[in-house]
């Protein structure tokens, strides 16, 4: 059979591997790439995600060719302004750019690709062009979409929770038009894959007729782990992603004055890249805010119970996944659980408001069996769900079966 060559298109650099976005398509592109599919990688390479040449060179080595072209996805108020003119997605145009749709082009012009496979919501409209191009989407090469979240939804969420009245009107706005935007835009694939089951759902109703199915990030498994779980809290992730704000804002405010109350020679740490500077003014005795940190399996392995607080995001959480792997007990709350496949007081703790955060935490921290239990348990379901090599296999069956 001869070797598959996929096209890959991306919205950023999935490097370094800090939070779940980038471990989710790097794991994916490499774990193709094990399975002997010719991976062409041609990705925005982003201000915010900037990765320079030579770490590419080295970290995707096992891709047939990586090519990047670098854009400002900053948000800025001038443009945000004149965008409101208009009925387009601000979302959308930061990540449009000509200069992109010539770099896709060229590599189309240069290879024959059996699968061309948008990964994230943020490039696919490039298929547009694409699909108006001779012998391209149209009439030969399947183009595939890979959701990690259903966007809209998360600025629904986000507007429902702002008491600001100006401020939730213009996310109400932001969603609107990306709603729009992101059904109508599913409509151009032959597949659509969505990490999680919920997503999936979501999906089903928009009277789509392409293949929708479900995979989740793959995570590569450290076989090395143990479980040791002791009853240092923390929480890693990227911070400048507003969700993730919204969520360490909550508990800082809400959850952690009960947590330190009952149990005040505990200790708890954050880190994540792009940190707001707001947040070091949280650093206490007790309440450690570091910043990005040079690993995260350094910063994450002195400690034991990962904390998920989110209210609002869509998708799965890759970091809460990759900490189970890795024998993390974990407490979340159900957006944060939201689409993983755990069974609630099994796999890990899942609360609905701020004293049943709290209390699942004091639970953890007063009960080590409680503790091992939970981490094992966890350990068990992740691996089994959720190694990189099977979801790869997925992904390559359902490669096969959209080209024959």
Known sequence: MKRLKVLVIGNRVPWPLKDGGAIATYNMLLGLSQLGIEIHFVTLNTKKHFVDAATIQKAFSFCKEVKTYEIDTSLSAFKALLNLFSKRSYHIERFTDNGFTQLIQSTIDQEQFDLIHF????????????????????????????????????????????????????????????????????????????????????????????????????????????????????????????????????????????????????????????????????????????GEVESANEFAKDKGILVVPLNSGSGIRMKTIEAMMEGKAVVTTLIGANGLTVEKDKDCLIAHDAPSFAEALSQLILNPELRTKIAENGQLTALKNYENTAVSSAWKTLYEGLIH
């Open 119 to 290: 990964e994230s919501l943020f490039v696919t409209q490039y298929v547009q062009w694409i699909q108006t191009q001779k012998g391209v989407g149209k009439n030969s090469t399947p183009c595939i979409y890979r959701s990690h979240n259903i966007e809209y939804k998360i600025w629904e969420l986000l507007a429902q929770t702002t008491k600001n009245p100006i401020k939730r009107w213009y996310l109400k706005l932001l969603a609107k038009r990306l709603k729009t935007f992101e059904t109508t835009i599913s409509k151009r694939f032959e597949a659509i894959v969505c990490i999680s089951p919920i997503d999936l759902k979501d999906c089903q109703t928009w009277g789509l007729k392409a293949q929708l199915l479900q995979l989740p990030g793959g995570i590569v498994a450290n076989h090395e782990t143990t479980i040791s779980p002791n009853d240092t809290l923390y929480h890693l992730a990227y911070m400048n992603w507003m969700p993730n704000q919204e969520a360490m804002e909550w508990f800082q405010s809400e959850v952690w004055p009960i947590v330190h109350k009952q149990h005040p020679s505990v200790h708890f740490y954050m880190a994540g890249k792009g940190m707001p500077d707001r947040y070091f003014k949280w650093n206490t005795t007790h309440f450690h805010v570091q």
